[in-house]
């Protein structure tokens, strides 16, 4: 069985050094930890040694992106020369691993029209298979309408974008995840709930904001089981009611994005999303090098799902061909 990962990162040293040159009210809080130990290393290894972890925690491919928080938060000259440099290098890798390795492009929401002309050449001049994007640019949120030239390019290309956590703006750290210490509060604001209320509210904003009726060809993947939304979408759905949407939140949820588990192998979770969106929308990613499970980890947690056979090759690699298939290049 072929397992292809969605949500598996890298980083270059000029993105780091970017990184660093923002304002600290940019900053990520996470950004220590994509330049030490382990992790670090192996964000920035795009060669062999990635290529031996795949074979240890069982996967087959790896479609990489820049790790978060991406180029969003940087000035809109530097996200555009970083996008760039990142897909040339993103494209390059991929040429030289076509068995092992897939890309997801890196864009510059600081200058959404440059985003999406980047787009439409990683798509069709450097076969990248979509792009990843990080909610919030700075203060301004995924719906917003400069951001639609983004939305428009992917629908017309068939391309999917995947959605992916970011930090909370400072002052929703301040006030909601602050008061219990530097690190517990760093934590709070991301891996431990921050990141995926922060995630699934950029998703809903973009339902409520209607892009999904303007653009019915969008198609969005999420990670860790849909950033919380799933399992509180009946709950949501009564927000349809003061909208004038076509349809309801839920079915538009349902018809335009997956998800996937991020390296949360929780069998719990996975029998919730077959419940709520049925096997067709959900596809694998692992979350490397975050959560790196060896000993063929990734692979256990699939052989040990209770699935059809038919469904366990959806989830582990059917799906993402399929969509990858309708992909259009030219």
Known sequence: MKIIGLEEHFVTPDVLAAWHALDPRWQDPGLQHHERGEIGARLLDLAERRIADMDETGMDVQVLSLTAPGVHSLEPGDAVAQQTASNDLLAATVRR??????????LATPDPQAAAAELRRAVTQLGLNG?????????????????????????????????????????????????????????????????????GVQILRMILAGVF?????????????????????????????????????????????????????????????LDVLGPERILFSSDYPYRFTPNSGARRFLDAADLSETDRHAIAHGNWERMVAGIRRD
């Open 97 to 106: 691993w076509p068995d092992r390795l897939q890309g997801l492009a890196t």
């Open 131 to 199: 792009a990843m994007l990080f909610g919030r640019t700075r203060d301004r949120n995924l719906d917003h309408p400069d951001n639609w030239p983004i939305f428009e390019a992917a629908a017309a290309l068939r391309a999917p974008l995947y959605i992916h956590p970011q930090a909370p703006v400072p002052a929703v750290r301040d006030a909601l995840y602050s008061g219990f210490g530097d690190d517990v509060d760093a934590a709070l604001a991301t891996f431990g709930l921050g990141w995926h209320y922060e995630t």
């Open 213 to 273: 009726d303007r653009y019915p060809d969008l198609q969005l993947i999420t990670g860790h089981w849909g950033e919380v939304v799933l399992f509180y979408l009946e709950r949501i759905d009564g927000l349809s009611r003061v909208t004038t949407l076509e349809r309801p939140i839920s079915e538009t949820f349902r018809r335009h994005v997956s998800v996937t588990p991020s390296g949360m192998w929780s069998q719990r979770y996975l029998r919730w999303a």
